[in-house]
């Protein structure tokens, strides 16, 4: 039995998505329960030639025997939840919990303009308005939507009721952890604590019952929107490197940074990280792509994750050497 909480690192985008899914797989979690703020996520999975867009559901929806879950402390539009329900073929295995928040039309209207949109760079996805108006206790929940009540769980009581019967359960982070609104790059940060704990208390479970938190690095750093990203390359430069990227809700264009120790040892220290899983190692080292053995890599790619390990006194475990959720050096066993 173990309880693994997935978060990341820097400011989303980390590639969470990927290996969530893999370990979804891997690892035959029970649940599969997602925190974080709301559709404002975004996550892209391939799995052999099909790839997925995922928003609301949590990204570990590829196992058909896990039942996919969202916490009490994630805000939802059920019209992203409905489609991705039907789009990804998981009714009957996905449920939300009767405290999620509901994020309405006047949401999204209010988060496509001013200062959110213009100062902050928001994803328009109505989740800071929500969170607003839940934080002013005149947000409505889930229980209050009776087209909605086919899909009520408790979630809290679920997880810890498959922990106590000894099954798997995958907790999925979203956005990334100096996105977050206590710990991260104020203001230009997203509505909510993103950390671990945050993610914890957003699905329902206590400090203890965790096993491991896994924080996900990519090989470079990526930021959407506005706010600070130390020594930052210019958009050629970054297209040059292969590491311009485009967002998955937004399809705004990503800014590029070099991997920065400095965040990724205060982002262990804030999440209480056991494990750290670096992706997209085929974007630095393009002959990695595809390995699934630490062995294959080239010593470069060696010493980058070795290098990781020492400066941040933390094993890596989980490497991505591709987009499909099968490119993944798995060093746990
Ligand atoms: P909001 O959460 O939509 O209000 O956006 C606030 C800031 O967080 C903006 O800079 C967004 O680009 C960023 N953000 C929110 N969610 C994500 C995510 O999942 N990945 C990357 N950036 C995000
Ligand atoms: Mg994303």
């Given amino acids: 039995m173990t309880s693994t909480v997935v978060v990341g690192g820097f400011f989303g985008d980390e590639g969470k998505g990927k290996i969530i899914s893999y370990l979804s797989i891997k690892d035959n979690p029970k649940i599969i329960v997602r925190g974080g703020a709301g559709p404002n996520a975004g996550h892209t999975i391939k799995d052999g030639d099909k790839v997925y867009k995922v928003r609301m559901l949590p990204s570990g929806f590829l196992n058909p025997n896990a039942k996919v879950m969202i916490g009490p402390g994630v805000v939802v539009n059920p019209d992203v939840l409905q489609k991705e329900i039907e789009d990804f073929n998981t009714s009957g295995r996905s449920f939300i919990d009767k405290n999620c928040g509901i994020i309405e039309k006047t949401h999204l209207e209010r988060d496509s303009k001013g200062e959110l949109k213009e100062k902050i760079g928001s994803t328009g996805s109505g989740t800071g308005p929500a969170n607003a108006d839940r934080a002013m206790r005149v947000l409505k929940l889930a229980k209050d939507f009776g087209s909605l009540s086919s899909l009520i769980t408790d979630v809290p009581q679920e997880i810890n009721s498959a922990l106590e019967a000894k099954e798997n359960v995958l907790i999925e982070g979203t956005q990334g952890t100096f996105l977050s609104l206590w710990h991260g790059t104020y203001p230009f940060v ?61 399809g705004r264009q990503r800014r590029a940074a070099y991997f920065d120790f400095d965040l990724a040892r205060r982002a262990i220290m804030l999440n209480g990280a056991t494990q750290i899983s670096i992706t997209k190692l085929d974007v630095l080292f393009n002959d990695c792509a595809g390995k699934t053995s630490f062995d294959e890599l080239s010593n470069d790619a060696k010493s980058f994750i070795e290098n990781i390990e020492r400066e941040l006194n933390t094993p890596v475990t989980i490497i991505g050497t591709g987009p499909s959720i099968n490119d993944v050096i798995d060093r746990r066993i």
């Fill in 190 to 250: 997203t509505s909510k604590d993103v950390t671990a704990s945050g993610i914890c208390a957003d699905v329902g479970i206590g400090p203890t019952k965790v096993d491991e938190v896994i924080v996900v690095f990519k090989s470079y750093v990526t930021r959407v929107g506005t706010g600070p990203l130390d020594k930052e390359l210019s958009l050629e430069e970054a297209e040059k490197k292969g590491w311009s990227e485009f967002g998955t809700v937004t």
